[in-house]
């Protein structure tokens, strides 16, 4: 496995960075997950627009597109597999022990792991922690990861491969690595960005394709709701099965299964899929 860090490929032994790197003590980074389909990757303009809206947020340098576009199609050829799921992580680079940034400039590294397709369907549990819909990183897509690994270490107890959050209105919000929709009434929603959960990529281009509307969803919606779905870079859309205790029969339903077919066709025809 060879790995890009700060302007190179290097050997998966020899990828490393500082110990006092910005992302590592204090997790001031952003990063991207993108899908690669034999070595090309998916929504890559997308995720890089992304990937400048977090670092601002943070108030870090914009990264540079070229050199990551380049360091992306380093990191494919050096790895050639079906399917990948390419990691673009972007930090504060080498700074002091504390919450100062350092000067030296910020630390790119692009890495690739092999993946494999999603089940259609899948199982997810609510947890009580809240999303902080007024928070300084709300929205954007951090190294702070720290809360979801706590999440979603409950959730692999419970049989299940996600955790929902509300946020701190008690609004549904988003899952640790996915957005959320549900159908009520035969109609398909999902939360707006205002809720605190990040705008997805995957949730973007699965709302346009298949008009779904954003509303602000009390939690208890998963209670009723005839069909639930989650989205993201490597689930594409994923039909869910069975919430805490309550099953969902039949998953994925016709909503969720015409919100699947579409979505692949879409993404067959257009690999990258510019902001309108």
Same mark, same amino acid.
């Given at each position: 496995m060879r790995i890009w860090v700060n302007g190179g490929l290097r050997e998966a032994g020899d990828a490393v960075v500082s110990v006092f790197d910005h992302g590592l003590t204090v997790g001031d980074g952003v990063f991207e997950t993108v899908k690669a389909t034999g070595g090309s990757p998916f929504a890559l303009t997308r995720h890089l627009d992304r990937l400048t809206r977090s670092a601002r947020g943070l108030g870090l340098p914009d990264p540079d597109h070229d050199e990551v576009r380049h360091a992306c199609a380093a990191v494919l050829e050096a790895n050639p597999m079906p399917l990948g799921r390419l990691r673009i992580t972007y930090t504060g680079g080498l700074s002091p022990l !504390?919450?100062?940034?350092?000067?030296?400039g910020p630390s790119l590294v692009v890495a690739l792991a092999a993946t494999t397709r999603r089940p259609d369907s899948t199982a997810v549990i609510t947890v009580p922690w809240t999303r902080n819909e007024r928070g300084a990183l709300a929205g954007l897509k951090t190294t702070s990861y720290a809360e979801n690994v706590v999440a979603l270490a409950r959730a692999r107890e419970r049989g299940a491969s996600e955790a929902l959050f509300a946020n701190t209105l008690g609004q549904l919000c988003e899952g640790t690595g996915s957005n959320v929709f549900v159908v009520v009434d035969g109609q398909l929603f999902?939360?707006?960005?205002?809720?605190?959960?990040?705008? !997805?990529i995957t949730r973007a281009l699965t709302a346009d394709w298949t008009g779904a509307q954003e509303a602000d969803l009390p939690m208890d919606v998963l209670e009723r709701a005839e069909e639930i779905f989650l989205t993201s870079s490597t689930r594409d859309v994923q039909a869910v099965h069975r919430v805490d205790g309550r099953e969902l029969p039949g998953a994925p339903g016709p909503l969720t299964a015409k919100a699947m077919r579409i979505f692949e066709e879409h993404a067959a025809a257009d690999p990258d899929p510019l902001p309108v």
């Open positions: !504390g919450s100062d940034r350092g000067g030296k999902t939360p707006p960005v205002t809720s605190g959960c990040l705008a !997805g």
